[in-house]
């Protein structure tokens, strides 16, 4: 979508990640403070795996935590903005306690606006006994489409369904493979996971 153009200059970018669980779980490594414990070191490398790889080091970034179940005793809510050249924000947020989850990518540009519910299907259908190779393996569902509204020069607006490209770990895998056994670069660069870390144990 960002590679299209059609969002025009972008100006503010929405990634989130949200759950409803309020009662504290059984996981020590989640709920207990211990170290990389709590929501932010759950779920935040996820979300700002993909804000680095698609924007790179912020110029600069703001954090805050939230502990809103009864007894907990460790973050259940996390908020980052990063400030980025050219008055680009991103925003990147994920919380335990959203009952109904609100949409996961918004992009905004001077264009228009793009705006898609997250979904990853592929988890769900290897839990329920999927192959790889069945059909439908990674298609997701048609009520999660993405939608791009933009606005041209004459204040026309048309509304687009984005589908999403078929989900594939695979490459993944075979990246650590490479990386492993044949020394090829791997996608995420040490340089990537030392911003990540600098921002997440600031």
């Not at 970018?13 to 207990?32: Q, S, T």
């Not at 929501?39 to 954090?63: A, M, R, W």
């Not at 959203?98 to 299907?121: A, C, E, M, Y």
């Not at 329920?128 to 607006?157: F, R």
């Amino acid at each position: 979508m960002l590679e299209s153009g059609k969002l025009g200059k972008l100006v503010e970018v929405h990634l989130r990640y949200d759950r409803y669980r309020n009662v504290i779980g059984p996981k020590a490594f989640k709920e207990k403070p211990v170290e990389a414990s709590g929501l932010l070191y759950d779920l935040g490398p996820h979300l700002l795996d993909q804000v680095i790889g698609l924007f790179g080091k912020p110029l600069s970034f703001h954090k805050i935590l939230g502990k809103n179940r009864a007894g907990t005793l460790v973050d259940d809510y996390f908020s980052i903005q990063l400030s980025y050249p050219d008055s680009v924000n991103v925003f990147v947020t994920s919380s335990m306690l959203v009952v109904n989850p609100q949409p996961g990518f918004v992009l905004h540009g001077v264009n228009g606006s793009f705006i898609k519910q997250r979904t990853d299907i592929q988890e769900e259908q290897l839990l329920a006994g999927m192959k790889l190779t069945d059909p439908g393996y990674g298609v997701e569902p048609a009520n999660k489409d993405g939608l791009l509204t933009t606005i041209d020069a004459d204040g026309k607006k048309t509304e687009q369904v984005i589908k999403s490209e078929i989900g594939n770990y695979l490459p993944l895998f075979e990246a650590v493979y490479q990386s492993i056994t044949n020394n090829q670069p791997y996608p995420v660069t040490r340089e990537d996971v030392l911003v990540q870390l600098e921002i997440i144990e600031s």
